[in-house]
């Protein structure tokens, strides 16, 4: 189950435990502070949970230590309450057909919103999920989408409840420092993703660049190309390479039979920019 949902574009890589950035793959236990200044938020793992931001990932996950298969995938943007009910309603596109949405039924109360989830396309039928967000005062949203057995369900919406009452909304503080950013370590095996909207609801251009330097594409719009997109869309291979280091950098695609492609890059507040564009940033399956 855990690796179906490895495709979900969950956001809460400023977090910091304490007054310091947290630590890729280092784990965080019941009880210990989490921190994310970019958004202004502040929480506490609640207890039976154990929390995690895998190694070269952007997913913060929560697991049960109740020897129940149940996460909790933690995320937080800029977004309305309209914006993520529409996005909700449309449907989350994961990959290769894997889709989670709403049920149809979205529920509001005050600064949170919660409704039922649905999915589809290979997801083992004995499991349901439920997402919930809540809204602060300085435009960041929290969202939280839970998985889990369908016998589980209603024990673990509990839970995710404690989790939420111990979440506080202040001020985001930027504290960003990308002066020595490596991109070429950063982007070694990972998948990025753009959407068409903020709310993140259907892909449209996909690239895998994997460690030994090989690349896929699948693009269905223009945005990652300049110029004349239409000979590069669809699935693509290629190799990739890029030597930057800081803020901003330059990515090399050069995509067998066709014209190299220079991609510019961009890493700000903790988020990833491809042309300007906003890409999400998960970890690629499918590199050897």
Known sequence: MKKQLTFLFVLLTALAFGQSR??????????????????????????????????????????????????????????????LKRGWMQGLELSEGRTLKSDGTIVTKGDK??????????????????????????????????????????????????????????????????????????????????????????????LWLCPDGSFTSKLKRSGLVKGEAGKYKGRKKGTWETNSIGGKGTLLLKFDKLPTVEVDLTTEDDKTFLNGRRHLVLNATNCN
């Not at 502070?33 to 995690?52: N, T």
């Not at 839970?146 to 503080?173: G, Q, R, Y």
């Open 113 to 206: 919103m919660h409704s039922g989830v649905v999915l589809t396309g290979g997801y083992n039928s004995a499991y349901s999920g439920y997402i919930e967000a809540r809204c602060g005062e300085y435009g960041r949203c929290l969202q939280l989408l839970l998985i889990c057995p369908l016998k589980d369900l209603d024990e673990m919406k509990e839970e995710l409840e404690v989790f939420l009452a111990n979440t506080s909304f202040i001020k985001p503080i930027l504290i960003a420092d990308n002066a020595g950013f490596d991109w070429k370590l950063f982007l070694s095996g990972k998948h990025l993703v753009s959407y068409e909207n903020s709310v993140g609801t259907k892909s449209v251009n996909e």
């Open 22 to 83: 947290i630590h890729q793959g280092q784990v965080y236990d019941e009880g210990d502070s989490i921190y994310a200044p970019a958004y202004g938020i502040k929480s506490i793992v609640p207890q039976w949970w154990v929390g995690m931001l895998p190694q070269g990932s952007e997913i913060f996950l929560l697991s049960s230590k109740k020897g129940k298969d149940a996460q909790i995938y933690v995320f937080a943007d800029t977004a309305t309450f309209d914006q």
